[in-house]
């Protein structure tokens, strides 16, 4: 797998945790310090509609969930970081 470099700190990310989290861009140090800030990722989720568009009808299937990055928490925890250095 290929060297990947923590946004924050630019140190190599460990190998199990790129396998763990291939989507991660934070070191293990770091991952812990930006739970303080809500984690790296949020799950968001949102009720799908079946019916038609524009239908008054309104029918509603599953939910749909996917992954999003957490921008504001690693913004916060790169504030926190370079006030620190």
Known sequence: MAERFCEI??????EDRREGLPDTRLCTT???????YGGEFRLVSQQE?????????INYGG???????NHEALRRLQDAWERRS
């Not at 509609?49 to 009808?57: I, N, P, Q, V």
């Not at 939910?63 to 990055?69: L, S």
Request: proline share 0%; hydrophobic share 25%.
């Open 63 to 69: 939910v749909a969930t996917r992954k999003e990055r």
């Open 9 to 14: 700190c630019q140190e190599e990310i460990d």
């Open 49 to 57: 509609r079946t019916s038609k568009a524009g239908s008054l009808k």
């Open 30 to 36: 770091h991952a812990r310090e930006i739970q303080r």
